[in-house]
């Protein structure tokens, strides 16, 4: 019994030291993180917010129905939708097409440089890239000079301000930030790779065209299916900082996503709980996209993040 | 091999080289537009005579911009914020890494935390409620609202600890012998020993601080408080929301004679993140393939 007892008492004493490091962290995620979460019920409220999270009155449902009668709200959803799915469908075809061109490339100082600088945009906030691409896509700018002067147009392009060009213009400028940075795994996959197949294939009489076929693309599949896979968990997520940037009343037609409409029903018109219910929609089907994700990416390329 | 020096292989190595060069000038283009602007005479710029070489080079921007005292209050807090805000993530993913790093059988409890932070990352409550959880604790317009909410980057939580998964047990079962506590297991074993990891999480974590413009517009609101990101988002992007149709000719005018004075705010803005640039491309690449370990 004793000796029992005693190794129970050690063994709580051994971990202290590890409780009480993780202590810190675990209050600030308990305070930011997890009461949040229970402060969504405020999304079954109608929310006064000198009231608190659970004095308001409850209305059940209410906010969730009056979100699905918003005649705004399938031009939200399918917009995101449209957003999202084509930023990572031409985000991952030009992170391949750059990863794989860079692998033929054989000086290694031109590599590097070109590297340096397809990555550099990634790390620019959108705040100040939005304020670049604001003044060269303006009627009067940059883009629109260059195409008038080589009369390739013949009214200047408010790309910023139509609805025809907005959605394109999102995805472009997006793909224009990411394409070197997403390309990272693809090189560092590509690193792996044996040199001699590539010989083998040359002796063999495979020109370049099929030995990147057949050696490099088939090398950096498994990459591609799992960047693939983990990016189902973004299907929601169309990017708040570049759109709000971005966008403008007039683009909300095209450009109005669930992130933005959020912002503007909780803090523009202080719908609270409206704009908690949307969130809190978004946040479950994420959540359930994320796990889906991560089980297929376990089973298809045995990636585990943790 | 004889066959790199036939025609169809000079041409092949031409095309990819075209092509990528192509790639990388489309992004250095804006970036050197916004370069020139800010070098630019405020007519030239104007006339939208600008293109990637500065017109009638001058100075007038950045001394303009020395005398604008809100810019470098904006600056300051950003820089206090990079330093409170990135150091307490240093810390607090130093501490949570290491005993989430541990075998189950070494710390019985690990499995519990590792849930509890990984769902945490996995489900997000919603900007409304967030907001006001902020608001209720009190640090509202204070600096700490830039910090304190953020302060446990989950994330690089992940990464360091797989990182440290990845040390040889030996190491820490020596130093367990010769009576080393964790804490002393933490610093003097496995700190010295993922010094590169150590650095990307970090830099991910400056680099998340100085572009946030979000939490500053949301939770700051004396103008003298707001960070960098915050203050150049309210001058530049909100200012234009106006339509171009709605604007009248002076306002036109004041809009676009601003051009060269906002292109230098970037430019000052995004100097911090270059100058960090030539160190973080050197660690992050291993930082990101880090995070896929297969187990």
């Known amino acids: 019994m004793t000796k029992v ?39 079954f409220q109608d929310f006064v917010p000198a009231k608190g999270f659970f004095g308001s009155k409850w209305v059940g449902l209410e906010n969730f129905k009056f979100m699905f009668q918003l005649p705004d709200t399938w031009s939200i959803l399918s917009n995101t939708l449209i957003i999202a799915v084509s930023k990572i469908v031409f985000n991952l075809i030009f992170a391949v097409l750059f990863a794989v061109l860079l692998n033929e490339l054989r000086h290694l100082w031109l590599k ?80 792996g790779v044996n040199p001699e197949l590539y010989e083998a294939a040359a002796i063999d009489g495979a020109g370049r065209l099929r030995r990147i076929w057949h050696i490099t693309l088939t090398c950096i599949r498994p990459t591609i299916v799992l960047v693939a896979t983990l990016n189902i968990a973004n299907i929601f997520n169309a990017g708040f900082d570049q759109i709000f940037n971005l966008y403008s009343p007039v683009v909300y037609a095209s450009g109005d996503v669930i992130d933005t409409y959020v912002y503007r029903a909780g803090f523009v018109s202080a719908q609270y709980s409206l704009a908690t219910a949307v969130g809190l929609m978004k946040s479950i089907v994420s959540f359930l996209l994320i796990i889906v994700s991560y089980k297929l990416a376990d089973r298809f390329a045995g990636y585990r993040i943790f | 091999m004889v066959e790199y020096k036939s025609w169809e292989n000079r041409i092949f190595d031409t095309v990819v080289l075209f092509i990528l060069l192509l790639m990388t000038v489309i992004c250095l283009l804006p970036l050197l537009n916004v370069l020139a602007l800010s070098f630019s005479d405020k007519q030239a710029a104007l006339a939208g005579e600008v293109g990637l070489w500065p017109v009638n080079f001058t100075w007038s921007s950045y001394e303009y911009l020395v005398a604008d005292s809100r810019f470098f209050a ?71 609202a830039l910090v304190l909410p953020g302060a446990v980057p989950v994330f690089n939580v992940i990464l360091l600890m797989n990182f440290f998964r990845g040390i040889p047990k030996a190491l820490k079962e020596q130093a367990s012998i010769d009576g080393v506590g964790a804490l002393g297991l933490l610093f003097k074993i496995y700190v010295p020993l993922s010094l590169p990891a ?79 640039y030539p160190f973080m491309q050197k660690y992050f690449v291993k930082g990101i393939t880090l995070g896929s370990v297969k187990e």
């Open chain 1, 112 to 191: 590097k440089a070109i590297q340096t600088i397809a990555y550099l945009p990634h790390f620019l906030s959108w705040v100040i890239l939005a304020t670049i691409f604001r003044d060269i896509l303006d009627p009067s700018g940059l883009v629109n000079t260059v195409l008038m002067n080589l009369h390739l147009i013949q009214e200047p392009i408010f790309f910023l301000g139509d609805n025809s060009w907005f959605q394109g213009v999102i995805v472009a400028t997006d793909v224009w930030k990411e394409f070197g940075y997403s390309a990272v795994m693809f090189i560092a996959a590509l690193a």
């Open chain 1, 5 to 43: 007892k005693n190794k129970g008492v050690r063994r709580r004493i051994w971990t202290l030291p590890y409780h009480l490091m993780l202590l810190p962290g675990i209050l600030f995620l308990l305070v930011y993180h997890i009461a949040p979460m229970f402060g969504s019920v405020i999304a």
């Open chain 2, 74 to 144: 904006a600056f300051w807090v950003s820089t206090k914020r990079v330093i409170l805000g990135g150091g307490l993530n240093l810390i607090l993913t130093l501490l949570m890494a290491f005993p989430l790093s541990l075998e189950k059988k070494e710390f019985p409890s690990r499995n519990r935390y590792m849930w509890l932070v990984v769902f945490t990352m996995l489900f997000n409550a919603g900007l409304v409620p967030w907001y006001f959880v902020i608001k209720y604790t009190g640090i509202m317009n204070t600096i700490w």
């Open chain 2, 198 to 276: 150590i650095a990307t999480v970090t830099l991910f974590s400056v680099v998340g601080h100085w572009n946030n413009f979000f939490d500053g517009m949301l939770l700051i609101n004396s103008p003298e408080k707001v960070p960098l990101q915050t203050y150049i988002q309210s001058l530049v992007v909100r200012i234009s929301d106006l339509s171009q149709n709605n604007l009248t000719a002076e306002q036109l005018t004041e809009k676009m004679s601003q051009r060269t004075f906002n292109a230098a705010k970037i430019v000052v803005s995004a100097v911090p993140i270059l100058a960090i």
